[in-house]
């Protein structure tokens, strides 16, 4: 099938125009005074990595940690067991229940967020049921969403893993006298340690940069990082909205060199 | 196996949660879209207006179009390419398929505002009006990826001798391919065009970053409307018959699946 290697060469220079070439873009933006919107003149400056400590920064990196970093642990505290119960459930309508965490996937993300801005309101649609809550802002509520939006992506690898795992393996280490704590520290969760991997990143990073939940549930006071791009590219300001995607890029390359620790094809990202 | 009965209560209570907090935006979509009053909630009054109210509302209606053909050509285009691509990549030594894949993986993981960015930033640069043609490659550029990791692992299954059985056998590259190779892929190939229907469906972060004056999909829509506060329940009517459109594909599916296997015993 040698012969078929020549397929790759589209796809090298349309990986390269749409990925390497914005990258070096972006990494000229943050180190020099180049400018996509309009003519410059060139010169190397390291103004905009000024504005890494500039306060509104600081505070947009602080809450993205924050409210991400809760939602992933609450996110794989959950979906663990849920990915393990899923995995081994013996039924035949297995798939069909794993399938119904994709139904909620298919409504419009706008829209879910919506909702839970209304769950949050003092004057909503809970009302009907004598229910009133006055929450939007509070960290609870934008964490509360976050979870909502987040957790299956936390749970499809994980259960993707613990599926096709052999339970040959778990009944050897049983055979050989682990007890059934033993046998899952020591055989199924070092087995499911790629699902977890790809879990967290599915969690983690879309939680750091969301812009349209923060803003609606965090009642436009909540800035992440996510919401500062936004702001700032649509107010032209090219240099700092490059910047801080620059951050956002640096931590994505680390969690990407421990996927590929993991799992070198990205098999467990489906 | 003994089973552990404090562990397996806790996985079920859980899994209840999960559940609940992943629907409960659906049902709160659904009860505002059958409710009555848009601001009045003393007591609930069914009504199907705002369904009916879908079709008069000319701009949904026109995003709606948008995203279904943007849906479409991006499902249609991603799935061939990256098909093509994967064949490609699955024929490289097992070095330089690794390299492939790491960046093959780049879109995948990065988080979408952004490859929003640095798509936003490309097109600029080329000078490119934002629109339909934007938005639909950005949308074959997410999409691309997920086709090729659904394909390959299909591809790996493949007896590597079959396609060198067809050409010595006088096929043409190209009837090796669609003959042999496409048919023995063909699950991972339905896999990969799911995956990119449903995320180029449901894409926000990167389609408002291609938007461009009024052109607008279901989600830019929405946002937009919301910015100006004019959400009518039209939009909750319209998202409401997606999911249960969903859902009765997904329970019927599962049925017939079952009754196939019934039959082959």
């Given at each position: ?270 | ?58 701009q949904?209606?026109d995003a709606?179009?948008v ?144 938007k461009?004056?009024e052109f607008h999909n279901v989600?830019t829509l929405?946002?937009s ?41």
């Amino acid at each position: 099938m040698k012969s078929l290697r020549r397929l790759i060469y589209p796809y090298i220079a349309w990986l390269t125009v749409l990925i390497i070439i914005p990258f070096l873009f972006i990494v000229l933006a943050t180190i020099s005074t180049f400018h996509i919107f309009n003519s410059y003149t060139f010169r190397f400056t390291f103004d905009s990595l000024r504005f890494l400590t500039d306060p509104i920064f600081l505070n947009a990196f602080k809450n993205s940690i924050k409210f991400a970093g809760i939602t992933t642990v609450i996110c794989l505290a959950v979906g663990y067991p849920v990915a393990y119960f899923f995995a081994n459930i013996k039924s035949k309508n297995k798939t069909l229940y794993v399938a119904l965490l994709i139904v909620p996937i298919w409504s419009n993300m706008i829209v879910r967020i919506i909702a839970w801005e209304n769950v949050f309101k003092p004057v909503s649609i809970l009302n009907l049921f004598n229910l009133s809550f006055d929450m939007i802002g509070s960290d609870i509520a934008i964490i509360i969403a976050m979870v909502s939006m987040y957790l299956p992506f936390m749970i499809f690898p994980i259960y993707a893993v613990l599926d096709k795992m052999d339970h040959g393996y778990i009944e050897a280490s049983r055979d050989l006298g682990a007890n059934s704590f033993q046998s899952f520290y020591k055989v199924t969760l070092p087995l499911s340690l790629g699902g977890i991997v790809s879990g967290i990143i599915m969690t983690l990073l879309p939680a750091m940069t969301a812009f349209a939940l923060p803003e609606r549930i965090g009642g436009g006071t909540t800035i992440l990082l996510g919401n500062l791009i936004e702001k700032e590219i649509f107010r032209g300001s090219f240099s700092t909205a490059a910047t801080v995607s620059f951050v956002v890029m640096i931590v994505m390359l680390g969690f990407f060199m421990l996927i590929v620790r993991f799992d070198k094809e990205g098999e467990t990202l489906l | 196996m003994k089973k552990n009965l404090y562990g397996s209560t806790l996985q079920v209570v859980l899994t209840i949660f999960t559940f609940a907090i992943v629907y409960l935006p659906i049902l709160v979509i659904i009860l505002i879209s059958i409710h009555g009053s848009q601001y009045n909630y003393d007591s609930f009054k069914l009504t199907f207006r705002w369904y009916q109210e879908i079709i008069n509302d000319q701009q949904l209606v026109d995003a709606i179009i948008v995203t279904l053909q943007i849906a479409l050509l991006a499902t249609t285009i991603s799935t061939i390419l990256g098909t093509a691509f994967a064949i490609g990549i699955h024929s490289l030594k097992k070095k330089n398929r690794v390299r492939m894949m790491v960046l093959n993986n780049v879109p995948v993981v990065n988080p979408d505002i952004v490859t929003g960015i640095m798509l936003f930033i490309i097109f600029r640069f080329f000078r490119m009006t934002f629109g339909f043609p934007t938005m639909l490659l950005a949308h074959i550029f997410f999409t691309l990826p997920f086709v090729i990791l659904s394909v390959l692992p299909k591809l790996k299954q493949l007896d590597p001798n079959l396609f060198d059985a067809a050409l010595d056998l006088g096929a043409t590259k190209f009837q090796a391919i669609v003959r042999v190779i496409i048919p023995s892929i063909k699950i991972g190939m339905i896999a990969g065009a799911l995956i990119a229907f449903t995320m180029s469906i449901d894409d926000f972060i990167i389609s408002y970053f291609m938007k461009q004056g009024e052109f607008h999909n279901v989600s830019t829509l929405i946002y937009s409307r919301l910015a100006k506060r004019q959400i009518s329940p039209t939009v909750f009517a319209y998202n409401s018959l997606v999911v249960v459109l969903t859902m009765g594909l997904m329970i019927l599916f599962n049925r017939s699946n079952q009754t196939q296997k019934k039959v082959r015993g």
